[in-house]
């Protein structure tokens, strides 16, 4: 398995509180990625990085900021929590970037978040 | 953008071989197949990918028809650890550069 570590595993946090998870690899791969799945969507895409300081959005980014000052880490940041980001959260990793065909993204374990 | 349709859910006996389908005939030429699965409160695990050829690994095999519409993975001997939900992507990004999100994929329960 890729070495992925996202901690902290589980949060229960109050509602305009800011929360910050962690993603930390070992594969020193170029691209990480923060998803969120919820029942009946799927997993979603919040945002991504392609290198050291390099970020982009995803598709459901309002109210996440993320970042990454070292290849092993990418931090995913929620300035101040609400209830409808009570999910469950997976980092992921990929050592080329997806769209160049025959390269599998790799997930942590996930953090379950709780905003209450 | 290529989609994939998958069977909700299938039931297979363990010690059996389980194959599951995925039907994708609006794939390109230079677009891959991934499949993945989910145990429940894990993250989704890789298992195989290919773009023409046949795959197998020491998870399971990749069967992909020669026009590429469709796909089936197998899992030779199923166990009850394979109980999972599996889900057939087909390219990880559209046009657009956008990453794709993962659907409902198939629920595969191994029975004893």
């Known amino acids: 398995d890729a070495g992925i570590t996202q901690s902290p595993r589980h949060k229960v946090t109050e509602t305009g509180t800011p929360v910050t998870l962690r993603c930390h690899q070992t594969?020193?791969?170029?691209?990480m990625y923060w998803y969120r799945q919820d029942p009946g969507h799927g997993l979603r895409l919040i945002h991504y990085?392609?290198?050291?300081?390099?970020?982009d959005k995803g598709e459901v980014s309002d109210g996440y900021s993320v970042s990454r000052s070292k290849t092993e880490d990418f931090l995913l940041t929620l300035e101040s929590a609400t209830s409808s980001q009570t999910s469950v959260y997976f980092c992921?990793?990929?050592?080329?970037?997806?769209?160049?065909?025959?390269?599998?993204?790799?997930f942590g374990n996930g953090t379950r978040l709780t905003v209450t | 953008d290529a989609k994939t349709t998958q069977p909700t859910s299938m039931d297979c006996a363990e010690g059996r071989a389980a194959n599951l389908p995925c039907n994708h005939s609006?794939?390109?030429?230079?677009?891959?197949v991934y499949w993945y699965r989910q145990i429940h409160s894990q993250g989704p695990q890789y298992i195989i990918h290919?773009?023409?050829n046949n795959e197998t690994n020491e998870m399971a095999s990749l069967i992909i028809t020669e026009d590429r519409k469709s796909s089936t993975l197998i899992l030779p001997h199923a166990t009850l650890r394979d109980t999972a939900v599996y889900y057939c992507?087909?390219?990880?990004?559209?046009?657009?550069?956008?990453?794709?999100?993962f659907g409902g994929g198939t629920r595969l329960m191994v029975k004893p």
């Open positions: 990085s392609y290198g050291v300081k390099d970020t």
């Open positions: 594969e020193n791969h170029r691209y």
């Open positions: 992507i087909v390219s990880l990004v559209n046009n657009a550069g956008n990453m794709l999100t």
């Open positions: 609006t794939i390109s030429g230079n677009e891959y």
């Open positions: 992921a990793i990929s050592a080329v970037h997806p769209g160049q065909g025959g390269s599998p993204l790799h």
């Open positions: 290919g773009l023409k």
